[in-house]
């Protein structure tokens, strides 16, 4: 512990202290963190059981790290990614897609614990929501593309609104006849409703939320938080830095 306790500590909101980690950018040196080593109990233990049955060792291992991925997945899955989300992440600059948002193999690896998956999944989806969101529009496309009848009623729905357009200014019905436009308004949003139904327009729009979601969930949980790689003299320097509490990591 970097900290030692003491009666006039006081306790920083979690949101606060995100809030400047993000900001100083040492929001990013938690996330290089190693896993913590085991405590000294655990290492004064002795070897005895591990020498007799090593394979009791492995399979304990191997089971140990099953449950943790399993409760990493679970914790996401269980997650809302648009938790943290303000406006201003919305009007941001898009980040760049060869640098910012795939960037290299180095900086991509499984979360060692779910707690850092969470601080992942939200920090990657503030970072590059406006990629998300385009992702989803080009996923919404493809599914078009491959459903061609979903495709030809959502342009029949679009020539509907636009000869309703077309009539209500040339007839002048805003101005002379708007309860009649009215009217027309609600026949032709019951009319455009049938025609997405029969085209199954309800499908496409599943399949392309549920391959987006799935995509952005499985970017933002493996992609790290460090923009760049850092050698190991760097992250030990900034680790003296940061001093922050070892329990933290």
């Not at 049955?53 to 648009?82: H, K």
Request: with cysteine; aromatic share 10%; proline share 8%.
């Amino acid at each position: 512990m970097v900290f030692s306790a003491n009666p006039l500590a006081l306790s920083v909101p979690e949101p606060a202290f995100e809030a400047w980690l993000r900001d100083t950018g040492y929001l990013e040196v938690l996330d290089s963190q190693p896993v913590p080593p085991p405590s000294a109990d655990r290492r004064s233990k002795p070897t005895t059981a591990a020498t007799i049955a090593p394979a009791i060792g492995g399979t304990t291992n191997f089971f140990s790290s099953a449950l943790s991925c399993f409760r990493t997945l679970v914790s996401i899955a269980t997650l809302n990614p648009f938790a943290k989300l303000v406006p201003d992440d919305f009007t941001a600059p898009t980040p760049s897609w060869t640098s910012a948002f795939i960037g290299p193999a180095y900086s991509y690896s499984w979360p060692p614990d779910p707690a850092q998956a969470r601080m992942r999944v939200q920090e990657n989806v503030r970072r590059y929501v406006r990629n998300y969101a385009a992702l989803a529009i080009v996923f919404f496309a493809c599914s078009l593309y491959q459903m061609p009848i979903s495709l030809l009623g959502l342009v029949l729905c679009l020539g509907l609104w636009e000869l309703l357009r077309f009539c209500c200014d040339k007839l002048e019905l805003e101005l002379r006849y708007p309860g009649l436009r009215q009217v027309l308004i609600r026949i032709t949003q019951i009319a455009a409703a049938v025609v997405l139904y029969l085209c199954n327009m309800q499908m496409v729009l599943i399949c392309a939320i549920s391959v987006s979601y799935l995509v952005m969930i499985l970017h933002a949980s493996l992609r790290k938080l460090t923009p760049t790689k850092l050698s190991n003299r760097q992250r030990q320097s900034l680790t003296r830095t940061t001093r922050l509490p070892s329990h933290v990591f």
